[in-house]
């Protein structure tokens, strides 16, 4: 895995650091942020660049704290339109991503933390299922991998926010990642 920041818009700079390394990645990371601006889900060019590149793109999907914690929102549906999108997007696409969703949950730096909603990992399971269910509706679960991606430590480090208090379950988790 890797992130370089202007792939898969322009891959020239992946491509320098590869020739560097000697080594092709076959993954590349691309982040993306929850909007009410349905159009900053168009993704599906960029999946598509990413496979006739022979890559796999891990999408990091994630709120920002810009707004706000979006998270009660996306449960209420304002963010719907934009998740549709994202979805019709990858489905448009036809090629299989890594859907790593609000990576690093147990950390207070995340809008999506527990630290920030009431102290409770139970709303991130909540907003996790609810993610995954529009997915499922829209039948794209074929063309994404779950990965579930906590920190190595929890910040703060509290019984309460221990990674494993996030874990939504094996039915919607495919593989585990970890930041460390």
């Known amino acids: 895995w890797i992130f370089e920041p202007s792939a898969p818009y322009d891959f020239t ?16 990371v691309q982040y993306s942020h929850f909007s009410k601006d349905a159009t900053r889900a168009l993704i599906g060019d960029d999946l598509l660049s990413a496979r006739n590149e022979g890559k796999i793109v891990e999408l ?14 996306i449960l209420n549906g304002q963010y719907d339109e934009f998740l549709q999108t994202y979805i019709a997007e990858i489905k448009r696409a036809q090629t299989t991503v890594l859907m790593r969703f609000c990576n690093e ?5 995340c ?10 990992p139970e709303v991130f399971k909540e907003l996790y299922y ?5 997915f499922e ?5 074929a063309y994404t ?24 379950g094996d ?3 495919d593989v585990i990642g970890l930041t460390g």
């Open 111 to 120: 809008a999506y933390s527990g630290y920030h909603t009431s102290r409770d």
């Open 60 to 73: 990091s999907l994630q709120t920002t704290d810009n707004d706000g914690n979006m998270v009660y929102d």
């Open 130 to 134: 609810y993610v995954y269910r529009l």
């Open 137 to 141: 509706e829209a039948d794209a679960l």
């Open 13 to 28: 700079g992946l491509h320098i650091l590869e020739e560097k390394v000697a080594y092709q990645f076959p993954f590349i």
């Open 171 to 173: 039915d919607y988790v």
């Open 145 to 168: 991998i779950w990965v579930w991606n906590p920190n190595e430590k929890s910040f703060p480090d509290f019984v309460w926010n221990q990674a494993q208090r996030y874990y939504p």
């Open 105 to 109: 949950m147990n950390g207070d730096w």
